[in-house]
């Protein structure tokens, strides 16, 4: 898995072949402002805890947690991935876990709309694949972004609502938690990121913490973040 991620990084920080080819004399033609750039790339290593409450107490397993997700702007319309691996930390409790995302839509000037499924597979549960509708949205308003998801974060946050500037964002997750997360800039195409959220509903409950690289190509980097 580690392998595969510092590859898609690679890939990502390279700039793109079609950057270097129009005429030296002539500038490259300017692409429309969109509400996220044309590309970008998020690496991520963390852990993950979740659990049941109950009158008695609480049962609770913990794992480690390798991720990779991004998106593509072929003029409006957007592509996004992501695949997330969790390994338990220890013998006995919950088994290994792939997830996969993928979502397609739309991204315009100051907004951006992207769904689709979430498919989880678990080793150890019944049924082993589980299969959920994911929804994430964006809008623009000056500097600030606003964020609302359904099962966003590799199908992980159930539900959530809220803002970021310049990097730094929060969200309330629904129906009793939050999220954030903060990017520090290391180059004009990457930036270090760290991520978290903690929520309950009903009597499950989870939180997790990811830091990580996001990267975008070179020709994209003076974007707005």
């Known amino acids: 898995m580690r392998p595969l991620l510092l590859v898609l990084l690679v890939l990502a920080v390279a700039p793109p072949a079609h950057a270097q080819s129009h005429d030296g004399d002539s500038p490259p033609t300017a692409s429309p402002t969109r509400a ?4 970008e790339l998020h690496v991520d290593l963390g852990a993950l805890s979740g659990g049941f409450t109950h009158g008695g107490g609480a049962w609770m397993d913990s794992f480690a947690a390798q991720a990779a997700s991004g998106h593509l702007l072929l003029g409006g319309l957007t592509l996004e991935g992501g695949v997330l691996s969790l390994l338990p930390v220890r013998r006995g409790g919950a088994g290994a876990s792939l997830t996969l995302t993928a979502r397609v839509g739309y991204t315009g000037e100051h907004w951006s709309l992207v769904g689709g499924p979430v498919l989880g597979l678990a080793y150890a549960a019944r049924p082993a694949l589980q299969v959920l509708p994911s ?15 359904l ?13 970021s500037w310049r990097g730094v964002g929060l969200a309330y997750v629904l129906p009793l938690g939050a999220r954030a997360w903060a990017s520090l800039p290391l180059s004009s195409a990457l930036s270090l990121r760290v991520e978290g959220f903690a929520f309950r509903l009903g009597n499950a409950q989870s939180a997790m913490l990811t830091v990580g690289l996001s990267a975008r190509p070179s020709s994209l980097a003076g974007a707005p973040p």
């Open 135 to 149: 929804l994430k949205a964006l809008y623009r308003v000056g500097p600030v972004d606003l964020h609302a998801g």
């Open 151 to 163: 099962l966003d974060l590799h199908g992980l946050v159930p539900a959530h609502l809220g803002a």
């Open 36 to 39: 996220l750039p044309g590309s």
